[in-house]
């Protein structure tokens, strides 16, 4: 889904206001078609969402004081100390400290002029 989105942006086709109908509705004929599934316009939106908040997660924590952002393997890192101090208060960040993201790429490309602050 998201490399079939970011083609889209890649190609100049997305509107400010994000994917028209019409893209959505590409987007889940290739879902469907790759992966045998039955997904809707609708469904890809929401999904889109939801990658799109993931997106505002990891620009939040690449903001952090005491972190480091690693372009070249996509890490976000923090030393021990940091990353238990953080964890213990912000326990669903994990998922993205200390670990390559996964789909970072393409979401910089769909996301990256559409996040408000």
Known sequence: MLSHLAGIVANGSRTLS????????QCARAVNEKSNTSHTRDQIKN?????QRRYQKINKLKNLSAADF???KI??????????DHVKDHKNDAE???KPLEHFDEMAIIFCNNIAT
Do not use: A, M, Q, R
Request: hydrophobic share 35%.
């Open 96 to 98: 993205f400290l200390n």
């Open 70 to 72: 690693d372009e070249e």
């Open 75 to 84: 890490i976000i890192t923090l030393d021990p100390e940091h990353y238990n």
């Open 47 to 51: 999904h889109l969402k939801t990658w």
């Open 18 to 25: 994000g994917f028209k109908k019409v893209h959505l509705n």
